[in-house]
T-cell receptor, first 110, second 114 residues
Framework: NAGVTQTPKFQVLKTGQSMTLQCAQD?????MYWYRQDPGMGLRLIYY???????DKGEVPNGYNVSRLNKREFSLRLESAAPSQTSVYFC?????????FGPGTRLTVT | AQSVTQPDIHITVSEGASLELRCNYS??????LFWYVQSPGQGLQLLLK??????LVQGIKGFEAEFKRSQSSFNLRKPSVHWSDAAEYFC????????????FGTGTKLQVIP
């Protein structure tokens, strides 16, 4: 039981490049989330998925898209990366009222 | 709108001393409250949570927190801090809505000195 896994762990992009952050959970949870963490700002919700086939915007969705491929996987895509998207990205899944977090992806956009 | 305030950005305590990290929340109804810990380069680990019932909740690693509705607070405490407790601590408030919106505080970084 690996919990929530994220790939890659680290990534450096140039401005304008695209990439997809991958997230998978093996706990059979319906709800999944993408957050970004910036110094002094805590975690902010980018997108969430209440169940397979549904996605909705969170607080800071601009510049991102998501795909809930199946119950296990929830990916986050940056179509044209900007320096403002330099951050640590966390995926989480939820069971009952508790969220379980992945180890994070540290993304730098130059 | 729900919100969380952690007034202390950085706290330094001596090993063996007691610890209290402050958290104030704003939420219209009875909140779901959480404390998470994040070690450097790691994800978030849940320390404890409060949903209802006894207002003093026990968590992992010897931590406890007390929910005080009158003060809108959920402070985290530990009687004796260990060097391994050095980390960043986040308070969070969640609702019971469809997707459980969770709002995080800005975190308190704990330094433990010998």
């Amino acid at each position: 039981n690996a919990g929530v896994t994220q790939t890659p762990k680290f990534q450096v992009l140039k401005t304008g490049q695209s990439m997809t952050l991958q997230c998978a959970q093996d706990m059979n949870h319906n709800s999944m989330y993408w957050y970004r963490q910036d110094p002094g700002m805590g975690l902010r919700l980018i997108y969430y998925s209440a169940s397979e086939g549904t996605t909705d915007k969170g607080e800071v969705p601009n510049g991102y898209n998501v795909s809930r491929l199946n119950k296990r996987e929830f990916s986050l895509r940056l179509e044209s990366a900007a320096p403002s998207q330099t951050s640590v990205y966390f995926c989480a899944s939820r069971h009952a009222n508790e969220q379980y977090f992945g180890p994070g992806t540290r993304l730098t956009v130059t | 709108a729900q919100s969380v305030t952690q007034p202390d950005i950085h706290i330094t305590v001596s090993e063996g001393a007691s610890l209290e990290l402050r958290c104030n929340y704003s939420y219209g109804a009875t909140p779901y409250l959480f404390w998470y810990v994040q070690s450097p380069g790691q994800g978030l680990q849940l320390l404890l949570k409060y949903f209802s019932g006894d207002t003093l909740v026990q968590g992992i690693k010897g931590f406890e927190a007390e929910f005080k509705r009158s003060q809108s607070s959920f402070n985290l405490r530990k009687p004796s801090v260990h060097w391994s407790d050095a980390a960043e601590y986040f308070c969070a408030v969640g609702d019971s809505g469809g997707y459980q919106k969770v709002t995080f505080g800005t975190g308190t970084k704990l330094q433990v000195i010998p």
